[in-house]
């Protein structure tokens, strides 16, 4: 019965795991800003080739073989699945890296560990590519440590399956065939160099037959795709939110990942230096790849912090393996010290103080801040009220939803507070009464892609002039919790009118 405890138990923890990532993932797609884009692609079958195709391709072909009709909200649904999914295969591949350094339960603890990140918590709540990335890199890490012992044809091809599915997933995914071609190299550095050409052949063969199955539209339409990246490199320069060097993914990477994995982090690197026996290759390329990763999206113009999960679920693996070391260190100076159960524990504590971030999570997830504020609307303002938002704000798009139905009259023209400009010019229009987003998330996520800087006229006239009738803070998920107010127009003739 030992012998298969950790499988099931790993499987026990996988299946925990999918059912998590899949709670409350219902609310409207256009709550975030790039699940829109992504819907429609699968729904008129056009793709714009900003990005590789896999988690698009993926997401179409369950649509098709469970005959889904292609309308917005299903096909959103199924894109969230398919990146619960991927991220469930990724935990897997960490769960199974470790078990081969040292047995089942730590390998447990280390899928626990990056699986209930609050990171890639929310990150599988969204139909994004990021899962799909974290899949490809983290079985491209375990083929690779395969390799490393073997040498086998077989852990090659996983690799290149591996690398194909990160590089499909996203192009920064290209980084996991570079790593396996310099780890493919130093390992077998002695040998001859046909020896190395076959086996460097091998990879890249099985890579390119991998992204050219699971994004073979950029094969079939190559100038396409290229214009597609181009306009994304074009966006990225347009859009970018530091210049070279500026963002420091160091700070951003401890703030994320938090003080407890950032130490035992700090942990492992510290025994592992300190460890006068020779280093498994795997563990010296895991190191290398995440300096050589974070120091590569500090050179980027971007400041996306989602970047940063693979670096978390890897401070995952170095942390078990940081307290395993730690407790093996101080085990030979006292022999009784419980070596096993320390360690056990250690890992048990940082799981726990993730817990509670999951939990404001899923609570955020699970309770809609704009139906609470519809409900309040519903039960308060007068139906001669005429309330102007942006097009985000309001849950439902849906006609017959009754969240859609209310007395009140709404208006959500287009570049919202530009539009509507000041109080004066709202007055003039009719409107008696505005609901506006939290200064965080107009500035992040903006209106119509736009972001709203902090001296918008309109907003500042707002807050200045305008009288708050309801009011929530924004929480951990912009998307969700963008921080919500009800205002009044002063001297409208509805404000009068509110029901208590």
Request: hydrophobic fraction near 45%.
């Amino acid at each position: 019965m030992k012998k298969f405890s950790g499988p099931i138990f790993s499987a026990a923890l996988l299946a925990l795991l999918l059912w998590a990532y899949t709670r409350h993932n219902n609310f409207p797609f256009y709550y975030h800003t790039d699940e829109p884009g992504k819907v429609e692609q699968v729904v008129s079958g056009k793709h714009n080739y900003r990005h590789p195709l896999l988690m698009i391709n993926a997401t179409d072909l369950v649509v098709r073989a469970l005959k889904i009709d292609k309308v917005p909200q299903n096909v959103v649904l199924v894109g969230r699945w398919t990146s619960a999914l991927a991220a469930v295969l990724a935990i897997a591949a960490v769960i199974l890296i470790v078990r081969r350094h040292s047995d089942w339960w730590f390998g447990l603890l280390a899928g626990a560990m990056a699986g209930l990140h609050p990171f890639l918590f929310e990150a599988t709540h969204y139909m994004k590519e990021d899962c799909f990335l974290l899949a490809g890199l983290t079985w491209t890490w375990y083929a690779l440590d395969r390799f490393c012992d073997s040498e086998s044809n077989a852990s090659l091809v996983l690799a290149g399956i591996a690398t194909g599915v990160a590089a499909s997933a996203k192009y920064l995914g290209i980084l996991a065939l570079v790593f396996s071609i310099a780890l493919l190299i130093f390992k077998m550095r002695r040998a001859t160099w046909s020896s190395i050409n076959r086996k460097l052949i091998l990879l890249c063969s099985v890579y390119l037959l991998t992204f050219a199955i699971f994004d073979f539209q950029s094969v079939i339409h190559p100038l396409e795709a290229l214009n597609g990246i181009g306009s994304e490199f074009i966006r990225i320069n347009r859009d970018r939110t530091s210049g070279l060097l500026e963002t420091n993914y160091f700070f951003r990477l401890v703030g994320h990942a938090g003080p407890l994995l950032v130490l035992g982090g700090l942990t492992y690197i510290g025994t592992f230096f300190g460890r006068r026996e020779k280093k498994p290759l795997i563990e010296r390329g895991l190191l290398i790849f995440a300096l050589a990763y974070l120091i590569g999206l500090c050179l980027t113009p971007l400041g996306k912090d989602r970047y940063l999960i693979p670096l978390a679920t890897l401070l995952s693996i170095f942390t078990v393996w940081g307290t395993r070391s730690a407790a093996s260190w101080i085990a030979e100076r006292h022999p009784r010290f419980p070596q096993s159960t320390i360690a056990i524990l250690a890992c048990v504590v940082v799981i726990f103080a993730e817990l509670p971030f999951v939990f404001l999570d899923e609570k955020e997830f699970a309770h809609d801040r704009r139906t609470q504020m519809v409900e309040w609307i519903r039960d308060h303002l007068p139906a001669n009220a005429v309330i102007a938002h942006e097009a985000r704000i309001w849950p439902s798009r849906d006609p017959n939803d009754w969240r859609a139905q209310l007395p009140q009259r709404r208006v959500s023209p287009p570049f919202f507070s530009t539009t509507l400009k000041n109080i004066d010019n709202m007055k003039r229009l009719g409107i008696t009464h505005v609901i506006a987003a939290g200064s965080n998330y107009r500035r992040t996520v903006g209106e119509d892609h736009v972001s709203i800087s902090g001296d918008s006229e309109f907003y500042n006239d707002l807050e200045k002039n305008g009288i708050v009738l309801w009011q929530v803070p924004h929480g951990r998920i912009e998307y969700l919790s963008p921080g919500l107010t009800v205002y009044a127009i002063p001297n409208s003739s509805a404000i009068h009118d509110v029901r208590p």
